[in-house]
């Protein structure tokens, strides 16, 4: 199934809805664990979660945005926080902090997530107390992640970026900038991004870190709206008659989901709240995930550990069911292949 032909289903879905209301160690080794239920997956839609508690891994799956399944990430490793992953060279890369401390470490698949590397530390010292995000940019792969010691909504954190162009050596950055929320990182417009909260007083309020190159940075304007806990993408549903847009899907401070966009990452439309398919407000109590292209939203409830989806319609998105899942932490999503 092609992503645009994925587009199209998503598109008849909101219509119906609409009818019915309206790696100090790098990899040692690249022997990859099998999974006692392997499938080849070749589903598009991959999102990456935590189990409550200090839990293992799970990726759930779907090739239309609708019909979800779930896979064990067998790496070997429990996770506290919230995983994040990316596609690089073909292969899916899944990034979380360790089950007795606050170091990142990663795993790989060549098979879609079917088997896995064992997890390893990035061997760069690198390490979080938030929620780690990752993109692929220019033959890099990038982790963007808060410090050791930074508490949501409580202190401010410098802005770290670790890259590698193998996959096994990394190189941490510290940028010259810091934020009340984890930095988010993403592409956009043939340009890397990383979006973060600039300050919390009186309200928080975005900036975005631009650069061509994944080393020289650029800080763009204050912008007028902030959330401490977002997501962005950059969304193709615009059409093929429209620009690409970036999408920032945030919550505010009560947890109420909210999207807005931009073409320029300057100028910005009023926040559209995210609402059920019977007008009720959607919410939740981590950061929200977002596909690359924009097709799909994935978020934990508020009031429990079920993983949420919401797909474009009207002007932002609509809160449709329970994916599959339960989490305490924050989900992540992306596209393969």
């Known amino acids: 199934m092609t992503k645009n032909s994925i587009f199209i289903l998503l598109y008849a879905a909101i219509a119906l809805v609409s009818c019915q209301k309206k790696e100090t160690e790098k990899l040692s080794s690249n022997s990859l664990t099998a999974s006692s239920n392997a499938t080849q997956l070749s589903a598009f839609l991959r999102y990456y ?18 019909a979800w399944n779930s896979i064990f ?3 070997g490793g429990a996770a ?29 698949s060549t098979d879609a997530g079917d088997s896995w590397t064992t997890a390893v530390p990035l061997g760069n010292n690198a390490a979080t107390a938030g929620d780690p995000s ?33 996959g096994q050596n990394w190189t941490q950055v510290v940028l010259p900038y810091t934020s009340w929320g984890d930095p988010y ?59 690409i847009r970036t999408v920032i899907i945030g919550a505010d401070a009560g947890g109420q989901l909210q999207s807005t966009v931009s073409t320029d990452l300057v100028n910005w439309t009023t926040p559209v709240k995210i609402t059920t398919a019977s007008g009720q407000l959607a919410y939740s109590s981590r950061r929200p995930a977002i596909s690359p292209s924009g097709v799909v939203a994935i978020y934990k409830a508020k009031t429990n550990n079920n993983i949420i989806y919401a797909l ?24 393969y292949p």
């Open 73 to 75: 990430v067998n790496d």
């Open 312 to 335: 474009p319609g009207g002007l932002g998105y609509i809160e449709q069911a329970n994916a599959v899942g339960t989490t305490d932490e924050s989900p992540f999503l992306i596209e």
């Open 185 to 243: 990182i993403f592409t956009f417009n043939n340009g890397i991004h990383i979006l973060y909260c600039n300050t919390h007083n009186p309200v928080p309020v975005f900036t975005i870190l631009s650069s061509g190159d994944g080393i020289n940075w650029t800080k763009g304007p204050q912008l007028n709206i902030g959330y401490f806990r977002y997501a962005a993408a950059a969304s193709t549903l615009a059409g093929p008659s429209n620009p």
């Open 80 to 108: 506290q926080g919230s995983p994040t992953a990316t596609v690089f060279n073909g292969n899916i890369y899944e990034f979380h902090r360790g089950k007795t401390s606050n170091n990142l470490y990663y795993g790989y």
């Open 134 to 166: 990752a993109c692929t940019f220019a033959g890099k792969m990038f982790l963007a992640y808060s410090s050791t010691s930074f508490q949501l909504g409580n202190n401010s954190t410098p802005i770290y970026y670790s890259y590698s162009s193998d």
């Open 49 to 66: 979660y935590k189990g409550p508690g200090v839990g293992n891994i799970f990726s759930g799956y779907g090739n239309n945005g609708f």
